[in-house]
């Protein structure tokens, strides 16, 4: 099965940068995803990596460590926009590659 | 031109009816899911069709009946509604050999009285 640990809140401020932290625990691995959420709204998907290192596109980059079970998310130039729940989430490498989601962040971004 | 949706939007009822939600994708999707996100926002996956066979089935009460007709629907209907079914139900579709990246329909917020 999957484990997977974020931090439940984090306060940023507008312009600044934001690291979102997520650790897992499985049985077998095949990705690693990140999804924004904005209140009252669907998940809408920002990033994937199956291998380690940095994926970056534009203000958002993710970065993933295998041999760590680790991943991050990293917000630079925050805007008050980017308010919302970051949810990590991992696939697992059976032949239907389920997706287990983390429990989300919910990132608030202060002026 | 909507990717994925979902009908209602909201739904309201009694405990102890029947109810159902429609999900329709036109993104030629072979996979279809269901996942409820409760009130402590854990999204967790229900169900999971591929080309209309079910292929991901959690623990999850046989008061709820997933059906798909074609591949590009996917309707889950809830039999005697409990309190704690009250949720958020997302329908969500992806390419399962290219899946990357899954898209989420609006969400239906059911509340059961």
């Known amino acids: 099965g999957q484990n997977i640990d974020q931090p439940t809140e984090m306060t940023a401020t507008e312009g600044a940068i934001v690291q979102i932290n997520c650790t897992y625990q499985?049985?077998?691995?095949?990705?690693l995803f990140w999804y924004q959420q904005h209140a009252g709204e669907a998940p809408t998907f920002l990033s994937y990596?199956?291998?380690?290192g940095l994926e970056e596109k534009g203000r958002f980059s993710s970065f993933l460590s295998r041999s760590k079970g680790y991943s991050y998310l990293l917000l630079k130039e925050l805007q008050m926009k980017d308010s919302a729940s970051y949810l990590c989430?991992?696939?697992?490498?059976?032949?239907?590659?389920?997706?287990?989601f983390g429990t989300g962040t919910k990132l608030q971004v202060i002026p | 031109d909507t990717a994925v949706s979902q009908t209602p939007k909201y739904l309201v009822t009694q405990m102890g009816n029947d109810k159902s939600i429609k999900c329709e994708q036109n993104?030629?999707?072979?996979?279809m899911y269901w996942y409820k996100q409760d009130s402590k926002k854990f999204l967790k996956i229900m169900f999971s069709?591929?080309?209309?066979?079910?292929?991901i089935n959690e623990t999850v009460p046989n008061r709820f009946s997933p059906k798909s007709p074609d591949k590009a629907h996917l309707n889950l209907h809830i039999n005697s509604l409990e309190l704690g079914d009250s949720a958020v139900y997302f329908c969500?579709?992806?390419?399962?050999?290219?899946?990357?990246?899954?898209?989420f329909g609006p969400g239906t917020r059911l509340t059961v009285l």
């Open positions: 499985t049985s077998g691995f095949n990705g």
């Open positions: 990596n199956v291998l380690d």
């Open positions: 069709y591929n080309n209309k066979e079910l292929i």
């Open positions: 989430a991992v696939r697992d490498n059976g032949g239907y590659q389920k997706v287990t």
């Open positions: 993104l030629g999707h072979d996979t």
């Open positions: 969500a579709s992806s390419q399962l050999a290219r899946q990357n990246e899954q898209f």
